[in-house]
């Protein structure tokens, strides 16, 4: 599932993957725990761990939005260092 996450994201595949037909569930509470460590990594600046528990969650909860933006900024923050 990370893979076709990351070929979406890199615009290699189309469609949004989904883990229809695959047997992992999780926990409710432990099913946000890879957005709040990217939560945690953003707020502390550590862009490519944040990025990579973003991704993470993303293949989990496809629709939550607030990983989806928290990746985005953590790639334009990425991007501004990389800049300055």
């Known amino acids: 599932m990370l893979e076709k996450m990351s070929d979406y994201i890199n615009g290699d595949r189309k469609i949004l993957p989904t883990r229809e037909g695959e047997s992992v569930s999780f926990p ?3 099913s946000s ?3 709040l460590l990217g939560d ?3 707020k502390n600046n550590e ?3 944040a990025i990579k528990n973003y991704l993470l969650d993303v293949c989990i909860n ?3 939005l607030d990983s989806w933006a ?3 900024l953590a790639k ?3 991007l501004e260092t990389k800049l300055n």
């Open 33 to 35: 725990i890879y957005y």
């Open 28 to 30: 409710k509470a432990v």
């Open 62 to 64: 496809p629709l939550r």
């Open 70 to 72: 928290g990746m985005a």
């Open 40 to 42: 945690y990594y953003f």
């Open 76 to 78: 334009g923050s990425q």
């Open 47 to 49: 862009w490519d761990k």
